[in-house]
């Protein structure tokens, strides 16, 4: 027994030592791991601190990057010389057909996005310069014959040799598009006096009106869709004319409202009456008080025209009632009308609004649920947005004339989170330092080299307005993610359209001859991938364009390595103030052809 005691007191006391040690063992691997991890964590800082101390130390000659590898795209396939993504006919099928919805934007789900270079047509030569652009361009260029074909007798355009020339001729101005122009200041004499400067062309053509009314101070914005006409938009652009590709359709026009001094519509085939006049409303929507819509081709005039349109007199004259019917209804009068064109005003008198929320009217009005500048990817809805009250200088006639406009803070800076008067003069002061900065960066800024011009993240327009007297137009874009400040973009008298850069943009390739962003990729680049942005600028990037790119620090190199894979060639320049966390990237895109080596 006693044996046993001490077998078993030995026992219970190794036990007892075992289970120390065991804590002991246990605490020393914690804390030797513990140790292993501080030290590869400071070893990999040390490695990162390294690293970036070697990118900032290089040349700008050979940019560095935080990729370890750069970039190779290769060349799409010649088919997709004119691709547009979200506008593309290869896609139409997928779509329904009402309302001619399948022209609207659809764009491709991410794993069906191309990654290439968009090559451009086979003999494409840089773009006649402007002025002489508005009046010729390359056939190679934009080798379409539709049109010059099926309107050879309205002289939309025609071509002789290696050129396509513009006549301005056009369905409803034979006379050419200068003596319908003429016509229309008699009938709205706010075209002359600097009343009127922005205007959207609907069912543009070649944007023949848009092209000779910015000779008169009118910006005009010209729209039409990739339909059976074959590429309007792109021949506009080719011609150095302001254009979007866009259909009143089902959704609203990426426009705030209560923006455009005037609308046009020449023969736009557009059933302005169908459907409870919803395409109507929308003309409504965007236009501001005191404004004009104007319309030539059936049914004006249709007791000397109907002869001509496939129908009887009597067809067109219930078509022309019950177009001023609907037009009466949304608050619109009948201003003026001469020959083929007549005028409507858009009301600025408040008691006639009040009679849309009476019962029954029709259209009603809008509720106040109805965001009035909700534009991006919102239907149409059967409802009139009436103007608001808070705003006094909304009306046409008290808006400051042009060019004062330009440079006054307008009352609808209110409404963006620190907007205000000051704020806007600010802005206007900086970006007058940056442009002019930007000029010594890059001559030919302000040359006849550079005509259509995007600023990709705009917010008051500042970098148009600083350019104003430079031979080019800008497209002020303002992201459909961001704060809305498009209104005071228009209200300035500049132009622009509400987009969401992880799409494609409506446009053609090859349309853009200088891209400017400022702060894109830090703002936007947590909701797409930055690769595609840079991919869809090359896309409608013109070949030999310029890119201006004023991003933080840490964005331009993952953005320098990039660009090589694009054929782009880049410099790191410093800002005006030489700030260290921002930088500017000038880049220009090379002019290269089409391989056999293509996707």
């Known amino acids: 027994m006693k044996n046993k005691d001490l077998k078993s007191a030995a026992y219970h006391d190794k036990s007892s030592r075992i289970v120390p040690l065991t804590l002991v063992f246990i605490v020393l691997c914690g804390f030797s791991f513990y140790l292993g991890g501080i030290f590869c964590s400071e070893k990999n800082n040390l490695l990162i601190k390294s690293t970036i101390g070697a990118v900032h130390s290089k040349t700008e000659a050979t940019p560095a990057s935080f990729?370890?590898?750069?970039?190779?795209?290769?060349?799409?396939?010649?088919?997709?010389?004119?691709?547009?993504?979200?506008?593309?006919?290869?896609?139409?099928?997928?779509y329904g057909s009402h309302r001619l919805s399948f022209l609207e934007r659809h764009c491709p789900p991410i794993f069906e996005r191309k990654e290439c270079l968009v090559p451009p047509p086979k003999g494409y030569k840089p773009?006649?310069?402007?002025?002489?652009?508005?009046?010729?361009?390359?056939?190679?260029?934009?080798?379409?014959?539709?049109?010059?074909?099926?309107?050879?007798?309205?002289?939309?355009?025609?071509?002789?040799?290696?050129?396509?020339?513009?006549?301005?001729?056009?369905?409803?101005?034979?006379?050419?598009?200068?003596?319908?122009?003429?016509?229309?200041?008699?009938?709205?004499?706010?075209?002359?006096?600097?009343?009127?400067?922005?205007?959207?062309?609907?069912?543009?053509?070649?944007?023949?009106?848009?092209?000779?009314?910015?000779?008169?101070?009118?910006?005009?914005?010209?729209?039409?869709?990739?339909?059976?006409?074959?590429?309007?938009?792109q021949f506009a652009l080719e011609r150095?004319?302001?254009?979007?590709?866009?259909?009143?359709?089902?959704?609203?026009l990426p426009f705030p409202s209560n923006s455009f001094d005037m609308a046009h519509c020449s023969r736009c085939l557009i059933p302005w009456t169908e459907f409870g006049g919803i395409y109507l409303m929308e003309i409504h929507r965007i236009l501001r008080p005191g404004g004009f819509w104007v319309l030539s081709g059936p049914p004006v005039n249709y007791k000397?025209?109907?002869?001509?349109?496939?129908?009887?007199?009597?067809?067109?004259?219930?078509?022309?009632?019950?177009?001023?019917?609907?037009?009466?209804?949304?608050?619109?009068?009948?201003?003026?009308?001469?020959?083929?064109?007549?005028?409507?005003?858009?009301?600025?008198?408040?008691?006639?609004?009040?009679?849309?929320?009476?019962?029954?009217?029709?259209?009603?009005?809008?509720?106040?649920?109805?965001?009035?500048?909700?534009?991006?990817?919102?239907?149409?809805?059967?409802?009139?947005?009436?103007?608001?009250?808070?705003?006094?200088?909304?009306?046409?006639?008290?808006?400051?004339?042009?060019?004062?406009r330009l440079h006054i803070a307008p009352e609808r800076i209110s409404t963006i989170p620190g907007g205000s008067a000051s704020a806007?003069?600010?802005?206007?002061?900086?970006?007058?330092?940056?442009?002019?900065?930007?000029?010594?960066?890059?001559p030919a800024l302000g040359t006849d080299k550079i005509r259509n011009v995007m600023d990709m993240s705009t917010i008051y327009g500042g970098f148009a307005a600083a350019l104003i007297d430079d031979p080019i137009w800008v497209m002020n874009v303002v992201s459909s993610y961001g704060a809305n400040s498009l209104s005071v973009v228009y209200d300035r008298g500049l132009i622009g359209t509400y987009h969401d850069w992880c799409e494609a943009f409506?446009?053609?390739?090859?349309?853009?001859?200088?891209?400017?962003?400022?702060?894109?990729?830090?703002?936007?680049?947590?909701?797409?991938?930055?690769?595609?942005?840079?991919?869809?600028?090359?896309?409608?990037?013109?070949?030999?364009g310029y890119l201006i790119i004023r991003e933080s620090s840490y964005f331009l190199n993952s953005i320098l390595t990039t660009a090589k894979g694009m054929r782009w060639g880049c410099k790191k320049q410093n800002t005006e103030y030489a700030m260290e966390k921002e930088k500017i990237l000038i880049c220009q895109k090379q002019l290269w052809y089409s391989s056999s080596k293509s996707l």
């Not at 009476?358 to 909700?374: G, L, M, R």
Request: glycine share 6%.
């Open 506 to 544: 409506s446009t053609y390739p090859r349309t853009y001859d200088l891209l400017h962003l400022d702060g894109l990729f830090t703002a936007e680049s947590h909701r797409c991938d930055m690769k595609y942005v840079l991919l869809e600028m090359d896309r409608i990037l013109r070949p030999n």
């Open 240 to 252: 150095g004319i302001p254009a979007i590709l866009g259909i009143i359709s089902t959704q609203r």
């Open 424 to 442: 806007f003069k600010h802005d206007d002061s900086k970006w007058k330092v940056r442009v002019k900065h930007y000029k010594t960066l890059l």
């Open 127 to 233: 773009p006649i310069t402007w002025p002489k652009s508005k009046d010729e361009c390359w056939y190679r260029n934009v080798p379409y014959d539709w049109i010059n074909n099926q309107k050879a007798n309205q002289n939309w355009l025609r071509k002789e040799g290696e050129k396509f020339l513009f006549p301005g001729g056009g369905t409803m101005f034979p006379r050419g598009v200068g003596a319908y122009v003429d016509l229309m200041q008699d009938l709205i004499p706010g075209m002359k006096d600097g009343t009127i400067r922005t205007a959207l062309d609907t069912g543009c053509g070649v944007a023949s009106w848009g092209g000779d009314l910015l000779d008169r101070g009118v910006l005009t914005l010209s729209l039409a869709p990739r339909d059976n006409h074959e590429a309007q938009v």
């Open 67 to 94: 990729q370890a590898k750069p970039l190779v795209f290769p060349e799409c396939s010649s088919d997709y010389q004119d691709y547009t993504p979200c506008t593309d006919p290869k896609r139409w099928k997928k």
């Open 304 to 404: 000397n025209r109907w002869r001509g349109w496939n129908t009887t007199v009597e067809e067109q004259k219930s078509d022309y009632n019950k177009l001023q019917a609907l037009l009466s209804s949304m608050c619109f009068k009948l201003y003026n009308t001469k020959d083929d064109i007549a005028v409507w005003q858009k009301s600025s008198n408040t008691s006639c609004y009040d009679k849309l929320s009476v019962p029954d009217a029709y259209p009603p009005k809008c509720d106040d649920s109805t965001e009035p500048d909700a534009a991006w990817y919102t239907p149409l809805r059967s409802c009139a947005v009436t103007p608001s009250q808070k705003f006094k200088k909304l009306e046409l006639k008290s808006t400051p004339k042009w060019p004062e």
